[in-house]
């Protein structure tokens, strides 16, 4: 089935610049979603970014003009370019794939900590 590897994870300091990749193997769907969550300690996962089969992105709110969510040409790999970074970005980003509610997969996570 679906396997989703993160990577790129680190520490930096607020205003600086991290890239996430995320790596596909298995999708055979022709219709799907792409997304990155986040979950920080005690606090719920959100999704703050989407990225359609068709190339439709979209954003949370609190990272618009911030960051941008991408794929390469051949699907297999997602990628998160996250600029102007805040100590509120600091959390566990995850790699989500979903074609349907029979179909949600999700990948280990990668830390990112934001420093003042």
């Known amino acids: 089935q679906v396997q989703l590897v993160e990577s790129g994870g680190g520490l930096v300091q607020a205003g600086g610049s991290l890239r996430l990749s995320c790596s596909v193997s298995?999708?055979?769907?022709?219709?799907?979603?792409m997304a990155w969550y986040r979950q920080a300690p005690d606090k719920p996962r959100e999704v703050v970014a989407r990225?359609?089969?068709?190339?439709?992105?979209g954003y949370e709110d609190s990272v618009k003009g911030r960051f941008t969510i991408s794929r390469d040409n051949t699907g297999t790999t997602l990628s998160l370019q996250m600029d102007s970074l805040k100590p509120d970005d600091t959390g566990v980003y995850f790699c989500?794939?979903?074609?349907?509610?029979?179909?949600?997969?999700w990948g280990q996570g990668t830390q990112v900590t934001v420093s003042s």
């Open positions: 989500n794939l979903m074609a349907g509610p029979q179909h949600d997969y």
């Open positions: 298995g999708n055979r769907f022709g219709f799907y979603v």
């Open positions: 990225l359609t089969s068709g190339g439709t992105p």
